[in-house]
């Protein structure tokens, strides 16, 4: 059975940051792309980062990069603004610098980020 789990999310000023986790099991990601996207109340999920390109909303400000067991990726967040408040997901997939839901084949449960002004 295939795994995401995403950690690291909570609570955060306005201007703070935070680093999210998500460790893949159940197979190997060596040749999977990986991405996150968010989705904030209300809304639609958005696409947010993969290891090679960032949404506007937040270039400049998160960095996705993946760990040395290359079954790990992170998604460092910085200068965090209440509007980045979402439920943050990982992505597996086969098709590298994807950006569409619809290109993902495996997905974490989320992570609550919050950010508070």
């Known amino acids: 059975q295939v795994q995401l789990v995403e950690s690291g999310g909570g609570l955060v000023q306005a201007g703070g940051s935070l680093r999210l986790s998500c460790a893949a099991s159940?197979?190997?990601?060596?040749?999977?792309?990986m991405g996150w996207f968010r989705q904030a109340p209300g809304k639609e999920r958005e696409f947010v980062a993969t290891?090679?390109y960032c949404a506007d909303s937040v270039k400049g400000r998160f960095t996705i990069s993946r760990g040395n067991a290359k079954n790990t990726m992170f998604l460092q967040m910085n200068s965090l603004k209440p509007e980045d408040t979402a439920v943050y997901y990982c992505?597996?997939?086969?098709?590298?610098?994807?950006?569409?839901?619809?290109?993902?084949?495996?997905w974490g449960q989320g992570t609550q980020v919050t950010v508070s002004s």
């Open positions: 992505a597996a997939g086969l098709i590298y610098g994807a950006t569409r839901e619809d290109e993902y084949d495996y």
């Open positions: 159940g197979r190997t990601f060596t040749n999977y792309a």
């Open positions: 290891n090679t």
